[in-house]
């Protein structure tokens, strides 16, 4: 039994029969059979099936079927171009081919054939050039030209790219988001970053501007990359900046969360000034952030300039950025350099304001060195420079220089805390001298509490009450033998003493059990 196989013109005038009775789902139905074939409905069966619906009331299958006519005609000639420009031929027939295709150009057109022929850069070129020949007055060139510079936006076909964009400013048409979107993702992943900051040049100047993240996005791809050129850093944020834009102070937050997390904050104070060269008016706050981040990285030297210049010029950074400074000196192997910062420091600054830094230098300076030679320092500051240290800093120099054994320079630095209306420390002295001090520290200690009045009884009593639980009755007596007349005979302290001679034969009479 032989087969019989149907053609296109047994379809198409299955598909009249199908119309003029009435009979949609079968009709729709053979023209699902055509498309799977490859048929297309001729023009002649397009017009009797329409006469047919319409007449027959059924308007949206009428309508349905000229869709259907157009897109198949739209596909059909789709299809044909591609394979025209997948062709051996050269360019120049295949414009001609092109040419005597003999079919409308329109945006879907355009859309469907860029993105068929979108991995072969240089065929997308051939039809873009046909289009702008061909193309009537109604095309969408907006359209045209997103989907072009979608395709060729690529290493191998840049000079082509720059080209369309070109041609979008003298029509101008502006980039669509989703284009630029894809293209600059596209650039940075294959490390074309003079051809990012160009296209955010191009787009800045359209109507869909990029917005203030990809500002960032892009300024933070270009700090990290392995060969910083800061001279594209400055370009991104002039081109930002003449849109209309302000660069906020956040913006540098971001650019030093990515130098951190490519472990170049040393490069801060750089990337700040190719910022400040496009137009960023840093403020003090983001000198400051700056100073830090070169600290952090021991970059020292440059943040030292760094805020030098800044400081000079104007700004007011806040005592913290000093004090970041001169603990990274004095932690590391440069504490001379940590001294020799006060000077520079209290040109632009009052001695009550740098409390912070003085107290992280004598922490250095009695690491590196020793508590004396801290004192030398704090000393010279406060004398010479009406320094004004923390009430915390006097009190960790007294420890120190007792613990080293310097008791005179620790009653000095009793007698600056004075000068500086700081009441006087004195809980160390004690216990040093209740458990190995002699009678002479005592009265150093309590000369040092001395103005114009004794020391309170209280002081004196203190010291007596430790000598004897010390065991130090002799010491004691010493230190009472000497004690002003107005001690010796006030009634705390000789009831004290009387209570420890009653004591002391108490103890003696004990028996030995």
Known sequence: ?????????CFNSMLQLAAANSDAAHFWSLVSSMRSKGYGISKTTLQAATESFRSNGMSKDADMIQKAFSAHARNAAV?????????????????DKLNELGVEVTDEMVALVVEKVGQFPRQAMVFFYWVEQSAGAGINWGKVYNAMAKIIGREDCIEEFREVLRKMSSKEVGMDKEVYVILIDRFLKRKMFEDAVDLFRFA??????????????????????????LKLVMSVVRIY??????????????????????????ESGRVLKAMEDGGFAPDSTVHGKAVLAMC?????????????????????LDPLVWSALVQKYSLGDDVDMAVSCFPEMLERRSGNQVGSALEVLVYGLCRKKEAKEAFKVLKDLVL???????????????????????LKEAFDV???MKSNGFPPYIHPFITHILKSGTVDDALDLLNAMSSKESPSIT?????????????????????????????RNHADVLDLFYKMKIEEPAAAAAPVL
């Open 1 to 9: 039994m032989l087969r019989t196989v149907l053609n296109s013109k």
């Open 204 to 229: 800045m100047g359209g109507t869909e501007k990029p917005s203030a993240q990809d500002f960032v996005f892009l300024l933070k791809k270009l700090v990290v990359r392995d060969d910083m050129d």
């Open 79 to 95: 299809a044909e171009a591609c394979k025209i420009l997948r062709s051996d031929a050269d360019e120049i027939s295949k414009l």
């Open 414 to 416: 009793l007698g600056l």
């Open 459 to 487: 002081v004196y009593t203190r010291l007596f009450q430790g000598l004897f639980k010390e065991g130090r009755h002799e010491i004691a007596q010493q230190l009472l033998s000497v004690s002003p007349g107005s001690v």
């Open 384 to 406: 010479k420079k009406d320094v004004v240290p923390w009430q915390s800093t006097y009190k960790y120099l007294i420890h120190k220089l007792i613990r080293q054994g310097h």
């Open 296 to 316: 952090d990285a021991g970059n020292l030297e440059t943040a030292h300039k760094h805020l030098a210049r800044v400081e000079k010029s104007g700004h007011n």
């Open 241 to 266: 900046q003449k849109a209309g834009n302000e660069v906020k102070s956040s913006v540098f937050d971001a650019v030093i969360k990515s130098l951190r997390s490519v472990e170049r904050l040393g």
